[in-house]
């Protein structure tokens, strides 16, 4: 795939990536200080190359550097030039932590082999491969990324083949070494050539993206260092004087040299566009490592301290270099994550195998906002989770404690939205708005749940607090229910203590639970008191039954008593009229009694007197002792009256309870002293 052939034009991107037929790529178990394959490049079913991502190394960017920031830096050039060797002399310092003052005793402990280096004719790298290294262990720094880069002008390749390679280089790297032997010749320089159509590729692609209406897209170049191995002349300019390495260069890109005016148009865009690319320039010149030859194809074997020490000074001036210039990319400002990195190579690759320029700002507006939806549904989800597993089963609570605690896990998933946001801040600002109104829609379903909960609850309450209630208002006896006296009282007291029960109990929102409470005790308080009410009042109508009953039974019983007062007083009148009918008939009795005996007697006296007519008796004599008799025989009567009269009393007392009243009695004594004179 050339350069030239790429299309000017870019489609909306959907990233799918998948591994083409026959591509494969070396999957080793990865451990730490160890690399791993990053890209790998296979024939494809249209019969061009496909790039394919390594799934190691993407799961790396994404689970193990996350939202840490990375500095890439990448080594390209043509093969078996010394690019392997190169970075493990960078991955040995990266990995030892290397300070000014160690010695190389020190390094030669810590020297590995990190790229596989290679003593033939063939090429050793295969792809991209890439080393990582924390910066210092510091859970925040940056990761150091160290991409080894296929060789080009491999005759196994074509020219296809090198541009996808320096291009995913230039696209990814924030520190794009370029490694070469001997002198910068034109021959060198049109190698670059593939970068600098690369470059203005871009630069069109850029440039169209901006006068369309869109936002324009600057993503930070990166650092050029121009390394020249087994350089062995002599760095002076054309009056002989010494002249520093980048001195060198810019000399050898510009049109003020002594050859400038013999180079091709070709060879003056070429620098022109090289120059417009990588605008921090910088070149190292480095002897040959050893002069054994023997040596020298076995380099990767010959401890650090037994190399030239011109080559040592020059290695870690180069060192310096490196790590002081290989900061984080950034692409308008926001620096190149882990997970950015990931997203990008994924875009990247996908731009590449459509055919397409790979065109920073689509890519970039693409990720933007495919990062952002990602972020925004794992951000909502995981607030879902966690509102579900730490919150719900509290429910119902105060509507106080559910904000606090909502807005506690909102300050979490805030955080972590922060932590793997990634783009502009203009565009995080609106995917974090999206995240608000996400949960804002959740917590309204939550506060609408904790109010149905807190009404249920309440309610539960209120059943378990109103039943010795209720069991009281239904009982008809002073022992287990009110009192007919004072039930309403003590009703509005129980009243009262459930409503203080209730409050220390009750939970959910305050307005649900003072809701709750009035909707569903003030009909229960109402029915309670119409029912005490109106069991008072049957109560009183039954008391004003027993008492118009009562008054009438006394009434009744006062008129049989007084019926029978009457009754007795008609019998004891009746009774004395008896007893003076009784006795009056006595006292006639007696009476006709003494006067037939008087009678009798005179009779007596008188046949006596005719019996003696011839005595001579003087008759006074004779009357006085008659009446004399006559008086003896009427005191005996009126003996015998007294003693009948008594007797009749008392039988009287004895039968009836009373005695004939003094006026029946003088009234009766009086009819018969009566009938007697």
């Keep these: 795939m050339d350069i030239d052939s790429l299309s000017s034009h870019s489609s909306d991107i959907t990233l799918v990536i998948d591994q083409p037929p026959g591509a494969s790529c070396s999957q080793p178990v990865w451990r730490k200080g160890e690399p791993m394959q990053l890209l790998s490049l296979a024939q494809g079913e249209g019969g061009g190359e496909r790039v394919t991502v390594c799934p190691e190394a993407r799961d790396y960017f994404l689970r193990s550097v996350g939202n840490r920031p990375v500095a890439v830096a990448v080594v390209c050039g043509l093969y078996r030039t010394g690019k392997s060797y190169l970075l493990n002399l960078l991955s040995n310092n990266m990995a030892s932590g290397e300070e000014d003052g160690d010695t190389a005793t020190d390094r030669d402990q810590h020297q590995h082999a990190a790229f596989t280096v290679g003593s033939t004719v063939n090429a050793c790298t295969s792809g991209i491969w890439m080393w990582a290294s924390s910066s210092g262990g510091s859970d925040n720094g940056p990761v150091y990324i160290l991409l080894d880069c296929e060789g080009s002008g491999n005759v196994e390749h074509d020219r296809d083949h090198d541009s996808i390679l320096f291009a995913l280089g230039t696209l990814l790297s924030g520190y794009f070494i370029y490694n070469s032997k001997g002198v910068i010749d034109e021959g060198a320089i049109q190698t670059l050539s593939v970068v600098t159509s690369l470059a203005q590729h871009i630069q069109n692609a850029q440039h169209q993206e901006g006068s369309d209406g869109s936002p324009s897209v600057v993503a930070t170049a990166p650092h050029f260092l121009w390394v020249l191995r087994d350089f062995v002349l002599a760095l002076e300019d054309q009056n002989g004087r010494p002249i520093s390495a980048q001195e060198y260069l810019e000399i050898a890109l510009s049109d003020k040299s002594s050859v400038a005016a013999y180079r091709s148009q070709e060879s003056r865009d070429c620098r ?55 900061a984080p990319k950034t692409i308008n400002g926001v620096p190149v994550t882990g997970v950015t990195f990931a997203r990008l190579l994924d875009q990247y690759v996908h731009s590449i195998n459509s055919k397409e320029v790979p065109r920073v700002g689509s890519v970039w507006q693409a990720l933007q906002a495919q990062e ?24 119902p609570v105060s509507e106080v404690d559910l904000a606090a605690e909502l807005k506690a896990l909102r300050q979490e998933v805030y955080a972590k939205f922060k932590r793997e946001s990634l783009g502009e801040r203009k565009i995080i600002s609106q995917y974090r708005e999206q995240l608000k109104d996400l949960m804002d829609d959740l917590d309204n379903k939550v506060t609408e749940r904790n109010e149905v909960m ?46 203080e029960s209730y409050q220390k109990e009750a939970r959910g929102p305050t307005a649900v639970v003072m809701e709750t409470y009035s909707k569903w005790i003030t009909p229960k308080q109402e029915q309670g008191l119409v029912k005490l009410t109106r069991r008072q009042q049957e109560a009183a109508a039954q008391r004003a039954v027993m008492m118009e009953r009562e008054r009438a039974m ?81 005191d005996d009567i009126q003996a015998e009256i007294t003693e009948l009269r008594t007797a009749l009393d008392d039988r009287d007392r004895k039968g009836r309870g009373r005695r004939p009243t003094s006026s029946s009695t003088a009234a009766a004594a009086a009819c018969c002293r009566c009938t007697i004179m």
């Excluded at 076995?298 to 650090?304: E, F, G, K, M, R």
């Excluded at 109103?466 to 009282?489: F, H, K, V």
């Excluded at 007596?604 to 008796?617: P, S």
């Design 272 to 326: 022109e566009k090289l120059c417009n690319l990588f605008t921090h320039r910088d070149c190292i010149a480095l002897v040959t490592p050893v002069i054994d030859e023997e040596k020298l194809q076995a380099l990767d074997t010959v401890p650090y301290h037994h190399l030239r020490g011109e080559f040592r000074d020059q290695i870690e001036l180069m060192k310096r270099k490196v790590f002081r210039d290989c």
């Design 554 to 634: 006394e009434e009744e019983r006062q008129r049989a008593e007084r019926e029978l007062e009457e009754r007795r007083a008609r019998e004891q009148q009746e009774r004395e009229v008896k007893y003076s009918i009784s006795e009056a008939v006595a006292h006639r009795s007696v009476q006709e009694y003494r006067i037939e005996r008087t009678e009798k007697m005179r009779l007596e006296v008188k046949e006596l007197a005719d019996n003696i007519d011839g005595i001579d008796t003087p008759s006074l004599v004779e009357e006085e002792e008659t009446d004399e008799s006559q008086r003896r025989m009427t």
């Design 454 to 499: 807190g009404r249920e609850s309440c309610v539960r309450l209120l059943k378990r607090l109103w039943q010795p209630i209720a069991e009281r208002l239904d009982a008809y006896d002073d022992t287990e229910g009110y009192s007919l006296d004072d039930g309403i009282s003590e009703f509005t007291r129980d009243l009262s203590e459930l409503r």
């Design 372 to 395: 952002g939806e990602r972020v925004v549904g794992e951000c909502s989800e995981e607030y879902r989770a966690v509102v579900r597993n730490r919150v719900e089963p509290l429910l």
